[in-house]
């Protein structure tokens, strides 16, 4: 059996030549096995992280197979190196066709970034959010932007004060609160795209529980070394699988029409009942803008900001 993200997400006969995809945290897991296996099918290929010489290495595995690909650096805790990547990106390409929001952390501290936000939640939601936004007229028609989330917002509740105060700070609670937050921004982002007539569209995916991704080691006291020794055991979710998520839902021409969904095992899948709530996805959408100290993002009535 093929262990390829792209024979796993059934997307080997897709064309994607003469597109162009951004890839966010792809030096490294899941993001990097994905961003090569767009680099497969055609596409020029945006590489981002955090690690110069690590995006390099991406860089070149994607050209030696035949691929366009080039490395924008750009630090999640700093709005200012988001908009840098944002602005990268337009002048240097002529438009988006594929969006994935996969970077993230885990972080042991507690902290607030300089926005005075918590910084989980400023890494994993507020610059998705940010990039996105930045990002709305540079995307083309037909694109997709997909937002890696987890089940692990299973039993979160929003609560959009708590991101502004690092009292009582809980690694995995403030993780399960940035990917609620994941999955009720690719929902209201899916309904402000579509009430504004815009062809684009959004969804979140659950790429399984990875061990062998690394990104476990952000856990407390010995819990890295029984996470990764569970890597070892039958059924557990491989890196190739967990790209084949991103694939899926990026690529396959059989998710091409749906649109703010939250995705897990290549199907739609119903989140969270608090992830299911239209007003909650309103209030993070417009909390956010404020955070963010910018105009409200597609208001009915104007294509984008």
Do not use: C
């Amino acid at each position: 059996m093929s262990t390829s993200p792209l024979d796993l997400a059934g997307v080997r006969d897709v064309d994607l030549s003469g597109t162009t995809a951004l890839v966010t945290g792809s030096t490294s897991g899941i993001g990097r096995l994905a961003a090569v296996a767009l680099g497969d099918l055609g596409a020029s290929v945006i590489v981002h992280g955090r690690d110069e010489s690590a995006g390099r290495n991406v860089v070149a595995d994607i050209e030696s197979r035949g691929a366009t690909a080039q490395f924008v650096a750009a630090d999640f805790t700093s709005v200012s190196s988001v908009r840098t990547l944002a602005e990268t990106v337009r002048s240097e390409t002529d438009g988006l066709d594929l969006l994935v929001n996969n970077a993230g952390g885990v972080f042991r501290d507690g902290g607030l970034t300089d926005l005075g936000v918590e910084r989980t939640f400023h890494v994993n939601h507020l610059s998705p959010y940010l990039l996105t936004t930045e990002l709305l007229d540079h995307l083309a028609p037909g694109a997709r932007v997909v937002t890696t989330a987890s089940a692990a917002h299973q039993g979160a509740t929003l609560d959009l004060d708590a991101v502004s105060r690092p009292d009582g700070f809980s690694t995995f609670g403030a993780y399960s609160h940035s990917k609620l937050a994941n999955v009720l921004f690719s929902a209201e982002l899916a309904r402000r795209l579509d009430a504004t007539g815009r062809d684009v569209t959004a969804n979140s995916v659950h790429p399984g529980a990875i061990p062998g991704s690394g990104f476990m080691r952000f856990l407390p006291g010995p819990l890295p070394r029984l996470v990764q020794a569970l890597d070892r055991l039958p059924g557990i979710t491989s890196v190739a699988d967990g790209a084949a998520e991103l694939l899926y839902l990026a690529v396959s021409p059989r998710a091409g029409d749906l649109s703010g969904r939250y995705f897990s095992n290549q199907r739609p899948t119903e989140p969270s009942r608090e992830a299911r709530d239209p007003e909650n996805a309103r209030r993070l959408w417009v909390r956010s803008a404020e955070l963010l100290d910018i105009d409200e993002p597609l208001v009915a009535g104007r294509k984008s900001d």
